[in-house]
C-alpha cells in the first residue's frame, strides 16, 4: 500500500523533482561561485588581461600604418613584383612630409629598421632632404635621388610588410626566421639568429635544474615520508627555510660563496686541493647551483605528498613475496611515485623557464635565459613586439608541456588505481 | 590434553626463547617458546597489544628479537632478511599493488624469482582459478570489493609455494557474512594445499573455526596453546577461559581441595564444588569459571538437593535469534549469564526469584582475576 503510493508519487514528480534538485543546486552553485568571484576578478585583471594584452602585441602592428597612411593604401594592391607605381611614390613622399611635421617619423623608423637594418638611416635622411612635395609624376625620381634604397624591391617590401594591422613579423623573429624580399619564409641572417639559440639554452638550463632538483629532492622527500612525525617535521622546516628569505637574498649568497674569493674557492685553497681559484660563478655552473637551491623545495614538496600515500605494507608485501629492497624500490615504490615526480619536474621546469633574476645576477653572458631577452626588449630597447613575441612562445612551449604532463597523469590514474 | 593424537608432525618454525622490545624498557614479548608444525594452521589469538602481531612480524624477518632464535626447518632465520625467508603474507589491508593489475600482482612473486615466462603464466592462471577470479586479472586492485582483493591477496601468498604462510588479520576490513565466508575458503586451501598457516587475529570465534591450534597471547606471554575445543573446555587460567567464548566468573575462596576437586565459598554466599585447574591450596582466593550453556535454571520451590545449587533473581532475558539469554544477579555478579532453551524465555519474569544449578565439573576453579 505504501510502497504503490510512493512509486506513484514517484512517476507524477520525476520532472518536477529533476527541477526542484537543479533550482537546490543552483543556490549552492551560486553561492560557489560568490567565494570564488573576488580571485576570479582579480585574476582576470592580472594575470589574464595582461596575458592577453602581451599574446596582442606580439601579432600587433599599426606604427607604421599609423605613421604612413597614404603609402599603406597606394602599397594595398601592390604585387611586390617589380617596384611600385609613381602613385606610391607620392604618398610616401606626402606621407614623410606630414610625418615630420608631425615629429612621428621616428616611430615608423624604429619599426622599419627592425626588418630591414638601416632603414632608420633611409627614411629619416630622406625626410630631411625632402623640401616640398615633388611635383606631380617625379615623386620616384625626387626620392630615388634622395636615397637610391627607394630604388630597391626590398625597401617597398619591407613597408607593405610592416604595414600591418597585423604581423607574424615579431613571432618569426622569435623562431630565427624572417621573410625575404619575395615574401617567402626564410631563416634569419646569422648575426640575428640567436633565438633559438637562446630557447634552446633556456630548455638545457632548465632540464639540468629539474634533473638536479630530482637527484637531490628524492632521498630528502623519501626521509621526510618515512621518519617518524618529530624529526620529520623538523626536517620539513629546513626544506622550508628557504622559502622564508628573500630570492634576491638567496641569490646573493651563492655569489658571496661562489666568488673567486669566496668562501668556497678559500677553502679549497686552504686546504690546498687547489692552487688557483676555480671559476664558480658568472658561468653554468653558477646558474644550475643557485636555480637548483631556490627550486629545490617545489620539488621536494610534490615528491613528498606522493610517498606519504605509499602505505609501508607495499614495501613489507613485496619483500615478503621475495622481492629484494633494489628490485622492491624500482618495482614498487618508484613507480607509485610517478605522479609526484611528474609535478614536481613540470613545477620546477615551468619555474626554470621563466627564470630572470638569478642567471641575471650569477650568470655569464652565455647564460642568460629567454627572460633574460623578454626584459632587455621590454625596458632597454622597447621592442614590445619582440618581447611579447618571444613570451608568446615560451607561454606556448610551457603549455605543451602542461598538456603533455596532464595525458600522462590521466594515463596515471586509468592505470594506476585507487588506494584500498 | 593432545593423548591420543598421531605423533606430532615435525616442527616448522620454532621460537626460542624470543623477547621483544621497542623502546628498551617495556617488553611486547617476553620469553616465548613455541612450535609451529608443518602444514598446521596455528592461530596466534589475544587482545590487541598483547604482543601477536610483534611475533608474526618477526617471523616474517619485518622485526628482529631483541633476544633468542626463530628456525625455519632447522635454520635460524634471525638474520635473514624477509625477502630470503621463503614465506608468503597476507596483509591487514592486503598491500595489493595499486600500480598493477590482479594477474601482475599475482605474478610478481614469480618475477623476482626469475621464473620463465610459460611457467609464471601457467601458475597465475592456476592461482586465478583456485579463488574463480579469472575474468578480473586485467583489473586492478581499486577496482575490486574488499573480499576480491582478499581472495588475491591469498593467492599472491600462495602462488610461489611458500613453506609458510603468514596471515595478519586477513578478514578484519570485511563484514560479517564475508568474514564468515572468507574463513571457510581459507580453511579449504588450507586442507587441499597442505601448507602451514601461521593466522593472527583477535577475534576468539575467527580462531575457533579456523585453527588446529591457538595460541592464546595475553601480556606478552602465550597463556595456553591448544586445539579449539580443548582451549573451550579446558582453560588453564581465567584470561583463557574468559578470552575463548562467552563465561561466568564467580569470585571465592577455596575452602578444601580434595583430588581434582574442591569446595569453594563465593564471596557473595554460598558454597559450591568445583574442579581444582588453578589454584594454590585451601584458603586462597580463586575465580570459578561456568560456561552460559552448562547452567540450568530450577524453580525456586523445587527443593532436591544437589550440589552447586545457588538463588539468582532475574534481571532481564535477551533474545538472540537462535537462542536466548537470561541475565541473572547470582552471588554478586549481576551479570550472570544462562542460555536458556527455546521457549524457556517466557517463563521468567524481571524480578524473579530462581536457582541456578550445575555439575561441579563445568564449574572450574582459576587463579582470580
Not at chain 1, 621518519?227 to 658571496?256: D, E, K, Q
Not at chain 1, 635565459?369 to 632587455?376: G, P, Q
Not at chain 2, 595489493?96 to 597465475?124: C, D, G, M, W, Y
Amino acid at each position: 500500500m505504501t510502497a504503490a503510493s510512493s512509486t506513484g508519487a514517484d512517476a507524477r514528480t520525476e520532472v518536477p523533482l529533476k527541477r526542484r534538485l537543479k533550482r537546490a543546486e543552483r543556490a549552492r552553485q551560486i553561492r560557489a561561485l560568490a567565494l570564488i568571484l573576488p580571485l576570479l576578478l582579480f585574476l582576470l585583471f592580472t594575470f589574464a588581461g595582461p596575458i592577453a594584452g602581451m599574446l596582442w602585441r606580439s601579432v600587433d602592428d599599426r606604427e607604421v600604418r599609423r605613421v604612413l597612411p597614404q603609402t599603406v593604401a597606394a602599397l594595398a594592391n601592390w604585387d611586390g613584383k617589380d617596384l611600385p607605381d609613381e602613385k606610391a611614390y607620392a604618398a610616401l613622399a606626402s606621407d614623410i612630409l606630414a610625418a615630420r611635421a608631425s615629429g612621428t617619423i621616428a616611430i615608423a623608423a624604429k619599426r622599419l629598421n627592425y626588418a630591414l637594418n638601416g632603414f632608420r638611416t633611409i627614411l629619416t635622411s630622406t625626410a630631411r632632404n625632402l623640401k616640398a612635395e615633388p611635383e606631380p609624376g617625379t615623386a620616384r625620381e625626387a626620392l630615388g635621388k634622395i636615397n637610391p634604397a627607394w630604388r630597391e624591391r626590398i625597401t617597398w617590401t619591407t613597408i607593405k610588410d610592416a604595414s600591418g594591422p597585423m604581423t607574424g613579423f615579431y613571432l618569426l623573429s622569435a623562431l630565427d626566421l624572417t621573410r625575404n624580399v619575395d615574401g617567402a619564409i626564410v631563416a634569419a641572417p646569422p648575426d640575428q639568429a640567436i633565438y633559438r639559440n637562446v630557447f634552446a639554452r633556456t630548455f638545457i638550463i632548465s632540464l639540468s635544474v629539474t634533473a638536479l632538483c630530482l637527484i637531490l629532492g628524492f632521498p630528502v622527500a623519501y626521509l621526510l615520508a618515512t621518519l617518524p612525525a618529530g624529526r620529520s617535521n623538523l626536517l620539513m622546516i629546513f626544506v622550508l627555510l628557504p622559502f622564508w628569505t628573500s630570492l634576491l637574498v638567496r641569490t646573493c649568497a651563492w655569489i658571496v660563496l661562489l666568488q673567486s674569493k669566496g668562501v668556497v674557492n678559500d677553502s679549497l685553497l686552504w686546504l690546498g686541493i687547489i692552487d688557483e681559484p676555480l671559476r664558480l660563478i658568472y658561468n653554468r655552473f653558477g646558474v644550475c647551483v643557485a636555480m637548483t637551491h631556490v627550486l629545490l623545495p617545489f620539488m621536494i614538496l610534490p615528491l613528498y605528498s606522493s610517498m606519504k600515500a605509499i602505505s609501508p605494507a607495499y614495501m613489507r608485501a613485496a619483500a615478503s613475496l621475495g622481492a629484494p629492497p633494489a628490485t622492491a624500490f624500482l618495482r614498487i615504490y618508484l613507480p607509485q611515485t610517478l605522479p609526484g615526480i611528474g609535478a614536481g619536474s613540470l613545477l620546477v621546469f615551468i619555474l626554470a623557464l621563466g627564470y630572470y633574476i638569478t642567471p641575471a645576477l650569477v650568470g655569464g653572458a652565455a647564460d642568460q635565459m629567454i627572460s633574460y631577452f623578454i626584459a632587455l626588449y621590454t625596458t632597454e630597447t622597447a621592442n614590445w613586439g619582440l618581447a611579447s613575441a618571444s613570451g608568446a612562445v615560451l607561454l606556448l612551449a610551457t603549455v605543451l608541456l602542461a598538456l603533455v604532463y596532464g595525458k600522462l597523469v590521466q594515463g596515471q590514474q586509468v592505470t594506476g588505481g585507487m588506494k584500498n | 590434553m593432545e593423548a591420543g593424537m598421531v605423533t606430532p608432525a615435525p616442527a616448522l618454525v620454532r621460537f626460542s626463547g624470543i623477547q621483544k622490545t621497542y623502546d628498551g624498557e617495556f617488553l611486547v614479548v617476553k620469553n616465548l617458546d613455541l612450535d609451529i608444525r608443518r602444514g598446521e594452521f596455528i592461530t596466534l589469538l589475544g587482545p590487541s597489544g598483547s604482543g601477536k602481531t610483534t611475533t608474526l612480524m618477526m617471523l616474517a624477518g619485518f622485526e628482529v628479537p631483541t633476544h633468542g632464535e626463530i628456525y625455519l626447518a632447522d635454520r635460524p632465520i634471525k638474520n635473514v632478511p624477509p625477502h630470503k625467508r621463503d614465506i608468503g603474507m597476507v596483509f591487514q589491508n592486503y598491500a595489493l599493488f595499486p600500480h598493477l593489475t590482479i594477474a601482475e600482482n599475482i605474478a610478481f612473486p614469480l618475477s623476482v624469482r626469475n621464473t620463465n615466462k610459460a611457467e609464471t603464466q601457467e601458475r597465475v592462471k592456476a592461482a586465478l582459478r583456485m579463488i574463480k577470479m579469472e575474468t578480473l586479472a586485467q583489473r586492478r586492485p581499486g577496482q575490486l570489493s574488499g573480499g576480491q582483493q582478499q581472495r588475491v591477496a591469498l593467492a599472491r601468498a600462495l602462488v610461489f609455494n611458500p613453506q609458510l604462510v603468514l596471515m595478519d588479520e586477513p578478514l578484519g576490513a570485511l563484514d560479517k557474512r564475508l568474514r564468515e565466508q572468507m574463513q571457510l575458503e581459507i580453511k579449504q586451501l588450507h586442507e587441499t594445499m597442505g601448507i602451514t598457516v601461521v593466522y593472527v587475529t583477535h577475534d576468539q570465534s575467527e580462531a575457533l573455526t579456523m585453527s588446529d591450534r591457538i595460541a592464546v597471547f595475553n601480556d606478552g606471554i602465550v597463556q595456553q596453546i591448544d586445539r579449539p575445543d580443548a582451549l573451550y573446555e579446558h582453560p588453564v587460567n581465567s584470561f583463557v577461559a574468559h578470552f575463548i567464548g562467552e563465561n561466568n566468573v564467580l569470585a571465592g575462596t577455596v575452602e578444601t581441595i580434595e583430588k581434582e576437586y574442591c569446595r569453594v565459598a563465593l564471596a557473595g554466599g554460598g558454597v559450591v564444588t568445583a574442579r581444582a585447574i588453578n589454584v594454590s591450596g585451601a584458603g586462597a582466593s580463586t575465580s570459578l569459571s561456568v560456561r552460559p550453556e552448562r547452567i540450568a535454571i530450577v524453580s525456586d520451590r523445587t527443593s532436591s538437593e544437589g550440589p552447586n545449587r545457588l538463588p539468582a533473581k532475574v534481571q532481564n532475558t535477551i533474545y538472540l535469534g537462535d537462542h536466548a539469554l537470561a541475565v541473572l544477579d547470582v552471588a554478586g555478579n549481576r551479570e550472570f549469564m544462562v542460555k536458556l532453551q527455546p521457549g524457556a524465555r517466557d517463563n521468567l519474569r524481571p524480578g524473579e526469584s530462581v536457582v541456578v544449578t550445575f555439575r561441579p565439573e563445568d564449574c572450574l576453579a582459576l587463579d582470580p582475576v
